[in-house]
């Protein structure tokens, strides 16, 4: 969509070189727009100033399409961009009751460019938060077809006190996307992380390796009870 609305925008822009050419005069390559106006020699007309002044008080609008490309990377099912993203996790582990306890949390994210910095951030941070939802919490439970947990009671989510103290996020920007400027989407990218971050500091911390999320402690005592390795009471990684 940022791809079509850049177009609609130059698009627009043409038309409004055109205009200035009509109502001021001269040839409308002699124009262009600079500093949010329209240029012609040394003089300068708003956009509103132009528009208003066309004859029978004429509006103008332009559309803008983009089409993706197919790209000849297969492993992303030829999508013509992907935004990968890293992370860490610091957790503790309570060997006597199985609960995980994200201490410490990071995540770099390929933004390509990112056009709108506080939203970008949002959106990496919010994905994370998902993540420790499907990583520690997230589960639907059925019993013969019959689901078990559809309220807000059973299904658990992340509460504030599940985040991190310290969750820090940053981006990559090398202008490489294929959107405007060379972004790329960040809508998912902050959402995959946290498993096998978390997963991976739990088998730091304690020696078990969990094969499934979400890292509930009733996982995590099973396969404690079912490993060999013998660990202190409580545990970090």
């Given at each position: 969509?940022?791809?079509?609305?850049?177009?609609?925008?130059?698009?627009?822009?043409?038309?409004?070189?055109?205009?200035?050419?009509?109502?001021?005069?001269?040839?409308?390559?002699?124009?262009?727009?600079?500093?949010?106006?329209?240029?012609?020699?040394?003089?300068?007309?708003?956009?509103?100033?132009?528009?208003?002044?066309?004859?029978?008080?004429?509006?103008?609008?332009?559309?803008?399409?983009?089409?993706?490309?197919?790209?000849?990377?297969?492993?992303?099912?030829?999508?013509?961009?992907?935004?990968?993203?890293?992370?860490?996790?610091?957790?503790?582990?309570?060997?006597?009751?199985?609960?995980?306890?994200?201490?410490?949390?990071?995540i770099a994210a390929d933004a390509g460019r990112a056009l709108h910095r506080n939203s970008a951030k949002g959106q990496i941070e919010g994905g994370a938060v998902m993540g420790f939802g499907l990583a520690l919490f997230?589960?639907?439970?059925?019993?013969?077809?019959?689901?078990?947990?559809?309220?807000?009671?059973?299904?658990?989510?992340?509460?504030?006190?599940?985040?991190?103290?310290?969750?820090?996020?940053?981006?990559?920007?090398?202008?490489?996307?294929?959107?405007?400027?060379?972004?790329?989407?960040?809508?998912?990218?902050?959402?995959?992380?946290?498993?096998p971050a978390i997963g991976n500091a739990i088998y730091d911390a304690i020696g078990v390796r969990l094969r499934s999320t979400p890292f509930t402690p009733e996982k995590v005592l099973r396969a404690l009870r079912g490993?060999?390795?013998?660990?202190?009471?409580?545990?970090?990684?």
């Amino acid at each position: 969509m940022g791809n079509a609305v850049r177009a609609a925008c130059e698009n627009l822009i043409q038309e409004l070189v055109e205009a200035a050419s009509e109502v001021k005069g001269g040839d409308p390559s002699g124009w262009q727009v600079m500093g949010g106006e329209l240029r012609s020699g040394g003089n300068g007309y708003s956009f509103a100033e132009i528009v208003s002044a066309l004859p029978g008080g004429a509006q103008l609008t332009a559309t803008g399409q983009y089409t993706r490309t197919r790209s000849g990377d297969t492993s992303f099912g030829g999508h013509d961009h992907w935004a990968p993203s890293a992370a860490a996790a610091e957790v503790e582990v309570d060997c006597e009751t199985g609960e995980v306890r994200v201490l410490r949390y990071a995540i770099a994210a390929d933004a390509g460019r990112a056009l709108h910095r506080n939203s970008a951030k949002g959106q990496i941070e919010g994905g994370a938060v998902m993540g420790f939802g499907l990583a520690l919490f997230e589960e639907v439970a059925y019993d013969e077809g019959q689901l078990l947990n559809a309220d807000a009671f059973q299904y658990r989510l992340p509460l504030m006190r599940d985040i991190p103290n310290i969750l820090s996020s940053s981006m990559v920007e090398n202008g490489d996307g294929p959107g405007p400027f060379g972004a790329k989407g960040l809508a998912q990218v902050g959402i995959p992380g946290p498993a096998p971050a978390i997963g991976n500091a739990i088998y730091d911390a304690i020696g078990v390796r969990l094969r499934s999320t979400p890292f509930t402690p009733e996982k995590v005592l099973r396969a404690l009870r079912g490993g060999d390795r013998r660990v202190e009471p409580t545990a970090a990684g």
